[in-house]
């Protein structure tokens, strides 16, 4: 007992000693060098603001339109992790800068405009999701949504529920009819990250697109699935409507594009193989063209009815992360990765009729132009099975070829047989080293010059390809 009040009375010295020491620093002051490093220290940089969209060379990951289409928010960052997020609004009209709307402290993936147009949502990286208002761009709500990196947002039609998809392969419903949101249902069944999210007009369906090479159809009502799609050999990163309420289109890493019918749960059609990993699809409904982007840095129409493509957009020199179309399907936005060897914009405007783009600049040589119509032999990349992984990469090479024997002269005397201990080895078979590289490849490679930019490995949470670029 004697021992245990000697260490509180230490203890409560300790700390009288501590608020003295506290009380005289605060009369004293600052130390001359804990002045000097304030005076010197760096004011915050201003955030110098585009005049226009042309102007923007900042990361863009996800956009969409206002649904009275008069606004594109596009949304991203300095970086694709933890550095400052971006999210911005442009006037439609004349491409013209209107607002940004700052406080998300990491790379913004996800957002969304509600039914009205008055609330916008943004989703992080860092798990955070924030409600804004259009109008005057204060933030209404902010909250960590998801243990880590929000990869999808959408409004459930018909209520005051907001879908998270994240990370962990879980979407969560939150209401954000009030100041305080709270989460109401959590939606499980993927095995990975759950990418793309589309809800049917009346609320009652949900199709999610996963790292899990699956897509599901959901009874949001019941938080269970109705279907489970398979067809893809590599993880779906984008799904868009192309007949509302009935007919969709996916993409991904497989560089195939999909359409599927919801009542059915099967797949329709299969269009064009692209050329790499699709990062995003949109349309704007029935009898509109489909649009496909991705890491071949182009956007490319495509007639789903005839299943062709008719026309390209091209110009960017890195990854396409997004595309999005007016709910009249008039207008076409795609962002990029920020290119920082070359001074181009990493947001483009178009119209969609006359395919012109609002406020063009002059692009670089580096910016070539890719060819419309893929090689007839290009098919679907098929990711190689655990068995075929397991096989050691000798297999993969070509059998090498018995060294020829050489003729003997009639003239010429045998030479004597080697002794045993003396014997020599067989020469090491020659192959041909691009045969080689070629039967032992297993994966579609991204043609971006991202470094280190292939699919997450087993643990995440970086983001892949592109996305684990941190500039």
Not at 152 to 159: D, E, K, N, R, Y
Not at 209 to 220: G, K, L, Q
Not at 362 to 385: D, H, Q
Not at 426 to 448: F, L, R, W
């Amino acid at each position: 007992m004697s021992i245990l009040l000697r260490v509180i009375n230490s203890s409560t010295r300790s700390t009288i000693w501590f608020a003295v020491l506290l009380a005289l620093a605060a009369i004293v002051g600052p130390t001359n060098s804990q002045a000097a490093e304030t005076a010197t220290a760096p004011a915050t940089a201003a955030v110098k603001e585009p005049a226009a969209i042309n102007e923007h060379t900042r990361w863009v990951t996800r956009a969409a339109f206002s649904p009275d289409g008069k606004l594109l928010a596009t949304v991203g960052g300095e970086s694709l992790l933890y550095r400052a997020g971006d999210v911005v609004l442009w006037n439609t009209a004349d491409g013209k800068f209107a607002k940004r709307l700052p406080g998300h402290d990491s790379c913004v993936w996800a957002v969304a405009f509600s039914a009205d147009g008055k609330t916008l949502a943004t989703g992080a990286y860092d798990g955070t999701v924030k409600l804004w208002n259009v109008a005057d761009g204060t933030e209404k709500a902010a909250w960590e949504a998801a243990v880590h990196w929000v990869k999808a947002l959408a409004f459930v039609p018909g209520s005051g529920l907001l879908a998270v998809a994240s990370e962990d392969g879980i979407v969560r419903l939150w209401d954000v009819s009030s100041a305080k949101p709270e989460e109401k249902q959590a939606i499980k069944g993927h095995t990975a990250a759950v990418n793309a999210l589309l809800f049917t007009t009346d609320g009652k369906t949900l199709v999610t697109a996963s790292d899990d090479n699956t897509i599901h159809v959901w009874d949001v009502a019941k938080g269970a699935p109705k279907a489970k799609l398979e067809g893809h050999t590599g993880p779906v990163l984008a799904l868009a409507w192309t007949t509302a309420d009935k007919q969709f289109a996916s993409g991904g890493e497989d560089r195939a594009v999909k359409l599927w019918d919801v009542a059915s749960a099967k797949q329709t059609a299969e269009l064009p193989t692209q050329r790499n990993w699709v990062t995003a699809v949109a349309s704007a409904g029935a009898g509109k063209p489909l649009f496909v982007g991705g890491y071949d840095r182009t956007v490319r129409e495509i007639d789903a009815g005839k299943k062709s493509e008719t026309a390209a957009f091209e110009g960017f020199t890195t990854t396409v992360w997004c595309a999005a179309v007016s709910t009249d399907g008039k207008l076409l936005a795609a962002g990029s990765a920020h290119d920082s060897s070359e001074k181009i914009p990493s947001v483009r405007l178009w119209t969609t009729g006359e395919r012109k783009e609002l406020l063009p600049v002059e692009r670089p040589k580096s910016a070539e132009a890719v060819k419309l119509n893929p090689p007839a032999e290009m098919k679907p990349f098929v990711r190689p099975t655990a068995a075929a992984e397991a096989k050691p990469a000798e297999a993969a090479k070509p059998a090498a070829k018995p060294a020829e024997k050489p003729a003997e002269k009639k003239d010429e005397k045998k030479p004597e047989p080697a002794k045993k201990d003396e014997e020599k080895k067989p020469a090491a078979a020659k192959t041909d080293p691009a045969k080689s590289q070629a039967s032992g490849q297993s994966k579609a490679k991204p043609v971006d010059g991202a470094k280190g930019a292939e699919k997450k490995a087993a643990a995440k949470p970086e983001p892949k390809s592109d996305k684990k670029n941190d500039n």
